[in-house]
C-alpha cells in the first residue's frame, strides 16, 4: 500500500441514542464501494472521547501518513449534508460520552485559533448545487466532538483533511441516496488536492 495513495475516513461510535452512529456507517458504506482504483481507503471508528479522538488522530498522521483524511460527523436534527470549511481550537465545554471536557477548553495548547482545510469546500458544494443535490457549505463546525476531531487532524496533516456532516432524518440517512454523494464529495476534493488551482477559502 503506497501511502500517499490512502484516504483514511472516520466516523464516530455510539452517541446518545445512536446506537450505531451513522457517521460510522457511512464510512463502512464507502469503505464497500471504494473510491476508484488509485486509492485504499483505510477507515475508522472514532469514540465520541476528546482524550481518544485525540489519541486516534495524532496517530493516523503519524502512522499511516495519509494523502487526505476525511472525518464523518453526525448533525442531529440536519437533512443535509454539511461540508465544514474551518475548525476552531477553542470553546470546547460540552462534556463528552465519558463525562469529560479539556481542562483548556481547546484541541491544543498554544495552536492557531482556527484552521482551515486546503479544500475550498465552498467550490465543492457550489459543484453539487446546480443539481439540487442536498448539500450545504458552513464555517461553524459546532464545537464538539467532530469540530475536535477536524481541528486535530487540520494540525497533524498540514490542513490535508475534510470535517462532513451526515444527515440524521431525512431521505439522505438512506444509505443507497448518502454513500454514492458522499463518494462524489470525496473524488471532488481528492481532484482538488491534486489540482489546488483556486482552492483558498474565499
Known amino acids: 500500500m503506497n501511502g500517499s495513495e490512502v484516504v483514511v475516513v472516520t466516523g464516530f461510535g455510539p452517541f446518545r441514542q445512536f446506537l450505531v452512529n451513522p457517521s460510522w456507517k457511512a464510512a463502512q458504506g464507502l469503505k464497500l464501494v471504494g473510491l ?4 485504499d481507503i483505510y477507515i475508522k471508528e472514532v469514540p465520541v472521547s476528546y482524550v481518544k479522538t485525540q ?6 498522521w503519524q502512522t499511516l501518513k495519509p494523502k487526505f483524511a476525511v472525518h464523518l460527523g453526525l448533525a ?12 476552531k481550537n477553542g470553546g470546547y465545554r460540552d462534556k463528552d460520552v465519558c463525562g469529560f471536557c479539556p481542562e483548556s477548553h481547546c ?7 482556527k484552521l482551515d482545510s ?16 442536498d448539500v450545504i ?9 467532530c469540530d475536535f476531531a477536524y481541528y486535530c487532524s487540520l494540525y497533524h496533516g498540514q490542513r490535508r483533511a475534510a470535517l462532513i456532516h451526515v ?5 439522505l440517512t438512506s ?7 458522499l463518494q462524489s464529495l470525496i473524488q471532488s476534493m481528492l481532484d482538488q488536492l491534486e489540482d489546488p488551482s483556486g482552492r483558498q477559502p474565499q
Open 55 to 60: 489519541q486516534i488522530i495524532a496517530e493516523i
Open 76 to 87: 442531529r436534527g440536519s437533512s443535509v449534508i454539511i461540508l465544514e470549511q474551518t475548525a
Open 107 to 113: 484541541c491544543v495548547e498554544g495552536g492557531p485559533e
Open 118 to 133: 486546503v479544500i475550498n469546500m465552498r467550490a465543492v458544494f457550489k459543484e453539487f448545487k446546480p443539481g439540487g443535490m
Open 175 to 181: 444509505a443507497d441516496r448518502l454513500v454514492p454523494l
Open 137 to 145: 457549505y458552513s464555517r461553524d463546525a459546532g464545537r464538539y466532538l
Open 167 to 171: 444527515p440524521s432524518s431525512g431521505s
Open 36 to 39: 476508484g482504483q488509485r486509492t
